[in-house]
């Protein structure tokens, strides 16, 4: 009795000469929590509806709950929750309506009013979807998703457009399934999110699995890797500190003003730092030497640049 | 955002797995009653749907724009009916689902335990409830007007109804499952109006020339017109000219359909 909630291998999938899927694999045990994590067009949703059953993938196997999707779509679907990314309701349709729509779908369904509630909605209950915003839109999407009381839920970036208030319901949400009993898959682009959440991360970038462990795995593959971060004057040109640290230390600027040197950190560095900064006539604020976070195996692994 | 529940609400067991497809009938019902509000609620829906019918029907009968046996009304509700079945059916249908698939809609009822022969039998049982209601509500205004129908012609008007319904339901699901949601609608919007003018319907195949007509004839307009006024101008049975049509486009558009309708 312990079949993995889901099982892939080997799987491709092109659309024309686009290759999405690349070779994917990853197993996910029943019960836990497991995050693809990738950046835009990295294959992601793709995966997720060959999962689902929605696409056809070109070659390898896919499980669901030992059911292979493409061929027993009818049985598998009663037994999952769908939250995909994006769309998913008539546009005059009142939230509340659509809810009750799913839930009559469902043979125990959770109560449609009560759910409506905790997902913040009951104001918005007899509002039109395409007059929701965009953050209630998604409630709503994955209310649909709970609702039915499934056993293994797909959540396609389930946190998207939410507000900080919102995204942490939706992590309480995922945390009180799980301890239930239930599985989620979820993708995200938020680091944090699948190291709160997951209980195993998969990365993956141009279609291919790139790193896979459970979050602390996969911080601490390289313990002597470290990061100093600090904030400063945003734009700065760089280059004259990297050709001033030893080699394998990298440096860059993952958001406005705020930079990251990753390699063997030591306090010869710290002090390369802090005298570069002075050459620049700039204080080095919020400067701290720590771990990897999971933000920067991301980053390492898929580079840094943004990619079309 | 400020009613959001505090943290740890959710007792321990809430969302235990339990999961499992709704009862059948439950699921139907509320599929086709979620259609059926949702095209009354939609205005471009009601002008289609009804409005442009009740105009034509009050229009026609007191202005002499086009010539018709008395009592005008008469001749008129058959024509009427068919361009209310016709209307709802095949070009309210069409450019929903066209939308719906775009909207994701239909993908999302699929990924709930909706079988898929229950995703269509809601939206066809929508539609039937839509021209039910059109059907009394035209009825009405035409018996407003001084038209009285046999309880014959009633009958086989019910019958009819249903046939067509079905029958624009599959050219439908047809144009609205196969093509891009823009697509959809100015073609179903196109071919709704040639069929009204051209198809039979504000002028019926008799009065055309006799090479036109026998083409006209084999148009489920045409032939949902003339067997609408078999049954209620002439209070006998359709004849079979009438009902083969409508079964062999519904039979084919249905079949085809079952190819080439895609969920987004
Ligand atoms: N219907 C489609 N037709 C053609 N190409 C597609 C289609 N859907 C996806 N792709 C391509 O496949 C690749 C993977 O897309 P996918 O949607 O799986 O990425 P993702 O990881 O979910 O991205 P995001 O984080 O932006 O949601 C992309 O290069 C995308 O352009
Ligand atoms: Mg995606």
Redesign the pocket.
């Known amino acids: 009795m312990n079949t993995p909630a889901v099982e892939v291998s080997d799987l491709v999938k092109s659309?024309?000469s686009?290759t999405?899927v690349d070779g994917v694999g990853f197993r996910m045990a029943p019960g836990s929590v497991l995050a693809l994590l990738?950046p835009?067009?990295?294959?992601?949703?793709?995966t997720v509806e060959i999962c689902e059953g929605f696409l056809r993938s070109d070659s390898g196997a896919v499980r669901v709950l030992g059911l292979d999707p493409a061929a027993d779509g009818s049985k598998l679907r009663p037994r999952i929750g769908v939250m995909p990314?994006g769309g998913g309701a008539y546009p005059g349709v009142r939230a509340g309506e659509m809810l009750r729509l799913v839930a009559a779908c469902a043979a125990n369904p959770l109560d449609p009013a009560w759910l409506i509630d905790v997902l913040g909605l009951s104001g918005c209950a007899r509002t039109p979807y395409k007059r929701l915003s965009g953050g209630q839109q998604q409630r709503l999407s994955l209310a649909c998703a709970l609702v039915g009381r499934p056993e293994l839920l797909f959540l396609d970036?389930p946190t998207a457009g939410m507000d900080p208030q919102a995204r942490r319901l939706v992590w309480e949400l995922v945390s009180a399934l799980r301890a239930d009993g239930a599985s989620v898959l979820l993708?995200t682009?938020l680091m944090e999110e699948a190291e709160a959440l997951a209980d195993h991360v998969v990365i993956i970038d141009g279609g291919r699995v790139v790193a896979e462990g459970s979050p602390a795995q996969l911080t601490e593959e390289h313990p002597d890797a470290q990061a100093l971060r600090f904030r400063a004057r945003s734009g700065m040109d760089t280059g004259l500190l990297v050709a001033a640290l030893p080699e394998g230390c990298l440096v860059s600027e993952p958001s406005p003003g705020g930079y990251l040197v990753t390699g063997t950190v030591d306090p010869q560095v710290v002090s390369t730092v802090t005298a570069w900064c002075a050459q620049q006539g700039v204080l080095a604020e919020e400067l701290r030497v720590g771990r990897r976070s999971l933000e920067d195996v991301f980053l390492d692994l898929t580079g840094r640049e943004l990619r079309s | 955002m400020t009613d959001l529940p505090p943290t740890g609400r959710f007792t321990p067991g809430t969302f235990s797995p339990a999961p499992g497809a709704g009862a059948p009938l439950r699921m139907l019902r509320t599929h086709a009653r979620t259609e059926a509000v949702l095209t009354m609620r939609n205005g471009e829906q009601v002008l289609l749907t009804l409005l442009i019918p009740l105009a034509l029907l009050v229009g026609l009968a007191n202005v002499t724009v086009i010539d018709l046996p008395e009592p005008r009304v008469d001749s008129l509700v058959p024509r009427v009916f068919a361009l209310a079945v016709m209307s709802t059916a095949f070009t309210g249908q069409a450019i929903a689902l066209g939308f719906d698939r775009r909207y994701g809609v239909v993908k999302r009822l699929a990924a709930t335990a909706l079988p898929r022969w229950l995703l269509v039998a809601g939206r066809v049982l929508g539609c039937l409830a839509v021209v039910a209601l059109q059907l009394v509500v035209l009825g009405i205004a035409a018996a407003l007007l001084g038209w009285s129908p046999s309880a014959v012609g009633l009958v086989w008007t019910v019958v009819l109804g249903v046939l067509g319904t079905l029958s624009f339901g599959a050219i439908g699901v047809l144009l609205g499952g196969a093509l891009k949601a823009e697509v959809v609608l100015a073609l179903a919007n196109v071919i709704w109006l040639v069929l009204l003018l051209a198809g039979g319907v504000v002028l019926t195949a008799d009065t055309l020339p006799t090479g036109m007509a026998d083409v006209v004839r084999l148009l489920p307009s045409a032939a949902l017109t003339e067997g609408f006024t078999d049954a209620l101008v002439h209070g006998t049975a359709p004849a079979l000219s009438t009902v083969a049509p409508l079964l062999a486009w519904g039979g084919i558009a249905g079949l085809v359909a079952t190819k080439t309708t895609k969920l987004t």
């Open positions: 659309y024309g686009t999405a990738g835009n067009g990295a294959g992601k949703t793709t990314q970036e993708t682009h």
